[in-house]
Every structure is written in C-alpha cells, then in structure tokens.
C-alpha cells in the first residue's frame, strides 16, 4: 500500500513495520474487493493518508482525533473534521467555529477546509481512513484502528512536546496511554451537536494548546483560517 499511496517520507521511515504487517496486507485486500464490488470509497486513494502528507512526524506540534472520515459526497478529504472547499461545514466543525470564535475571538470561516492548520503541524488524525458512501462507521474494525494507534504512539515517542485534543469518549480512550508528563492532553465532551453543550462550549481548547506551546519555546498556531481556501493548499 505504501508503494501505491502518496505518503510523506518520514511517516514512512516511521510506519514501515506496520505497512508490512499481515492486517495492512488484510486492510489492503478490503478495500480493493470494496472497490471491485462497485463500492463508492471515500475519501479517495491517494488522500487515505492526507493528514500523514500535509504534517510530518517532527513537526506535529498539536493532534486532534476524529473517528471516521465523512461519508457524504465530495466532503472528505483526509483530514479530521474538515470538508473539501465549496461543501458547507459540517454541524460538529459550526461548534468548533464557535468555540473558537469564543476563545480566540476568530470569527467563524465561511468555508470548512481545515488544510492550514496541518500545514502549520496540527494533525488531524481519524481513527478509521476510509468509509463507504452514506454507510457511517462501515470500515471500523477492518484495521485502521491499529494503524492509527501506531501513528499516535510514534507522535507519543517523540523528544519534543505535544498538545493532543481528544473530543468526546472515543478519542480520550483512543490515546488513553499518551505521557502526560511530557505532552498535554486536553479532554472535552464532543463538539457534536448531541454533546457541545456538555462540556465542549466554553473547553477553550485552542488558547490552551497555544500557550502550551509558546510555554515550550514554539510558535502558537494561528488558527484563523484563511478566506480563501485554495491559498492553504
């Protein structure tokens, strides 16, 4: 899969036990019978591990855990939470815009096309890289979690510190065994429309990954979003 997947060279270096591991060869042979079938994947091949390409493993200063990808039309793209240019942000990424708005005074994007923040190291990382067209959760269990806990245990293991943002049960359980010593772990309910308002509104969690940062010698995220999308990519 490695061969045939656009993936940054450092991931690679990184994740080259796992590409060769029997349930990637596994993972692999679904998704082409998927395919084979007629199934419409997203998002599309070369973008599996988009999040991986636009953000190298040394300079992933702040992760965010999704779940699975958006199985809409023409919505996903790689990266946790945010949707191609020109598709209308999604209910969880509006309360995301609002948190922001309220803890950094950014005023909401008009677009959900999140590719400046992995450019600037911010990782945004779903625990399963593909879906079937309109079947939620349908390649979970298939071996992507495995894959995406290697990813999290390498950024774990490296020497410089990390802010990792896990919304909701199923990304604090995801990363459970991050060294809190070293890096910090920010927790929150979901910004999901079903649980933003039990604890998510009002986290602040992206004035608290900033100031973590600069209190470690980096620079802050700028988290404002360009206008136009097409000037991040």
């Given at each position: 899969m490695e061969n045939s997947i656009k993936l940054e060279e450092s991931w690679k270096a990184v994740l080259a036990t796992e590409f060769s591991a029997?349930?990637?060869?596994?993972?692999?042979q679904f998704l082409l019978q998927e395919k084979q079938a007629g199934k419409q994947i997203f998002p599309k091949g070369p973008?599996?591990?988009r999040a991986l390409d636009l953000t190298p493993i040394d300079k992933v200063r702040v992760v965010i855990l999704g779940q699975?990808?958006?199985?809409?039309e023409g919505q996903a793209h790689g990266l946790c939470f945010s949707v191609r240019p020109g598709v209308r942000p999604p209910p969880s990424l509006v309360n995301i815009y609002k948190e922001m708005q309220s803890d950094l005074g950014i005023p909401?994007?008009?677009h959900g096309f999140l590719e400046s923040w992995a450019r600037q190291g911010v990782l945004l990382l779903n625990s399963v890289l593909t879906v079937e067209r309109s079947l939620a959760a349908s390649h979970q269990g298939k071996g992507w979690e495995r894959f995406t806990d290697a990813v999290i245990r390498a950024v774990n293991?490296?020497?410089?510190?990390v802010v990792f943002i896990l919304w909701g049960s199923y990304a604090q359980k995801k990363a459970a065994f991050v060294d809190q010593k070293r890096h910090l772990v920010i927790r929150s309910a979901h910004p999901s429309p079903l649980s933003a308002h039990n604890g998510f509104l009002g986290s602040r969690p992206f004035s608290k990954a900033n100031d973590f940062l600069v209190s470690k010698g980096f620079e802050p995220i700028d988290w404002a979003l360009p206008d136009n999308p097409a000037s991040s990519s």
């Open positions: 029997d349930y990637m060869t596994s993972l692999k973008e599996y591990f699975d990808p958006y199985h809409g909401p994007a008009r293991e490296q020497p410089h510190p």
